[in-house]
């Protein structure tokens, strides 16, 4: 992650999520996850593992697919955080997202938010992906009910439309 | 996580010397945000070294330079890589997942820690935290070393450090007294009671890049890695391979395992098979026994020795095959 611009000890954090500027008020040791979910009330990416394992926090940073909560907030400054709550646009759902639904490609929908900022971050950069490429984009983003099936298929949708 | 200081120094000599016991450089983070989550890592103060160390790949006279922030995403995608170092581009696309490759560097990869279970319990006083003795010799052993195993038994978890291994890399570091170069090959060491981490980079010395001599055109390369899984999960055993053939004799032969050691190991017994040789089939087995001819499996980690042969093999005739370039 590296090429950030600092942040400064003491100071407001700023930050630039889904579009919009915010500055925060936080420690240091205050994860991107945690901000955006305690600080900014955005809760769509999950905690789940909390250590990199699972991919349920993943959102975009600078367009990429991290995992939020191996990010520190203070780490953020100046680069475009993109969320789930940030996919769609002027209060449309995301092409993924209405492929997710027309495939039913959640159960508890826990991962949800996750598997689809991973494939986001794909489809922004890749205009109709092989399958291969949908199960490399995914392979970070573990779905405990098992729906993969379903996910993919909502993938395949997305780029087939 | 415990509170920590966060300061961002504007040139290397800051960082350094704002380096030490109590202080970490903070890079891409995804390995030391885990230490200090599950209480294995506490530092005081974190340095961020984001704007100050060099990132990018760069082919040049004297090699491939390769700056300490370059992210696994940027080394596994880098044309350059993939057409001449394809051990290298195959292990980062086979490290971690892709959140991961987009954050993590390859300095910090170096420097990550081991996966074993007890070294990641912070209840556990394992040897390598500066307890008495390694509980995994006697315990749940399933994924530990075979080969250099004693007084720790916990195996390396870096994919690209075989690579880089393989293809003789040299990394140039930065601390107090300024820059020095030094062989991949001697920055790894087994850890040591006076020692108990797998480098030996100081704790004020900063990784600066990488160097990758010239190699001439029709050297072959692979990484092959065994997992639980087939994706996201650390090496059970993995085998980076570099090779020249004269004809169908093999002028030089590299084999770097990783997965089986507490530091990525260098079979040289194989390479010595493998050096002059005819590539055969027989020759690669041959080279394959060698490769774990000093290991020492634990209670529940014997099946890593077929593993790591078969690795081996599997990656010598792949590399051989007359169809391959």
């Given at each position: 992650m590296p090429g950030a611009p600092f942040a400064i000890e003491g100071a407001m954090t700023p930050l630039r999520v889904n579009g919009e500027h915010v500055e925060l008020d936080v420690e240091p040791r205050r994860t991107l996850l945690d901000a955006l979910r305690a600080d900014l009330g955005l809760t769509g990416a999950k905690k789940a593992c909390d250590m990199g394992n699972c991919g349920a926090c993943t959102v975009l940073l600078d367009g990429e697919a991290v995992y939020s909560c191996l990010v520190l907030a203070v780490d953020c400054v100046a680069r475009a955080v993109t969320t789930i709550e940030g996919l769609g646009e002027g209060g449309k759902l995301h092409r993924l997202q209405e492929a997710f639904i027309a495939a039913d490609a959640f159960q508890c929908g826990f991962c949800t938010p996750g598997q689809l900022m991973a494939l986001a971050a794909l489809f922004e950069r890749?205009?109709?992906?092989?399958d291969a490429q949908i199960m490399r984009a995914l392979s970070g983003n573990l779905c405990r009910c098992g729906a993969y099936q379903h996910i993919l298929r909502a993938a395949r949708m997305a780029r087939d439309r | 996580?415990?509170?920590?200081?966060?300061?961002?120094?504007?040139?290397?000599?800051?960082?350094?010397?704002?380096?030490?016991?109590?202080?970490?450089?903070?890079?891409?983070g995804t390995d030391l945000?885990?230490?200090?989550?599950?209480?294995?890592?506490?530092?005081?103060?974190?340095?961020?070294?984001?704007?100050?160390?060099?990132?990018?790949?760069?082919?040049?006279?004297?090699?491939?330079?390769?700056?300490?922030?370059?992210?696994?995403?940027?080394?596994?995608?880098?044309?350059?890589i993939a057409a001449g170092y394809s051990a290298l581009a195959q292990a980062a696309a086979l490290a971690a997942s892709p959140q991961i490759r987009n954050l993590a560097t390859i300095g910090g990869n170096l420097l990550q820690r081991p996966r074993c279970w007890y070294y990641r319990n912070a209840r556990i006083d394992c040897w390598l935290k500066g307890g008495a003795d390694c509980p995994a010799r006697e315990g749940e052993n399933r994924n530990h070393a075979i080969l250099g195993g004693g007084p720790c038994y916990a195996v390396h978890p870096s994919d690209l450090a075989a690579a880089l291994l393989a293809f003789d890399a040299a990394l140039w570091v930065h601390g107090r007294g300024g820059e020095r170069a030094i062989e991949l090959a001697d920055f790894f060491a087994l850890p040591a009671p006076e020692r108990r981490t797998e480098t030996v980079l100081s704790p004020d010395e900063l990784v600066l890049k990488l160097r990758l001599p010239p190699h001439p055109e029709e050297t072959r390369s692979g990484y092959l890695k065994a997992m639980d899984r087939k994706a996201w999960a650390f090496?059970?055993?993995?085998?980076?391979?570099?090779?020249?053939?004269s004809g169908r004799k093999i002028a030089h032969a590299r084999i770097v395992l990783s997965g089986v050691a507490p530091i990525p190991w260098r079979a040289r017994a194989a390479e010595r098979e493998l050096q002059g040789a005819m590539a055969s089939p027989d020759r690669f087995a041959a080279a394959a026994a060698a490769a774990v001819q000093e290991a020492v499996p634990l209670r529940h980690n014997g099946y890593k020795l077929p593993l790591t042969k078969a690795l081996v093999r599997q990656a010598l005739t792949a590399l051989t095959d007359p169809a391959c370039k």
């Open positions: 890749v205009a109709r992906p092989s | 996580m415990r509170a920590f200081e966060y300061t961002t120094p504007s040139t290397i000599q800051q960082a350094v010397s704002a380096l030490g016991a109590d202080s970490r450089a903070l890079a891409g945000l885990t230490l200090m989550k599950a209480h294995i890592a506490a530092p005081e103060r974190l340095v961020n070294v984001k704007m100050l160390l060099p990132r990018g790949i760069e082919a040049r006279p004297e090699g491939l330079e390769i700056g300490a922030l370059t992210t696994l995403a940027e080394i596994e995608q880098h044309p350059v090496a059970l055993a993995g085998v980076a391979c570099v090779l020249r053939l």
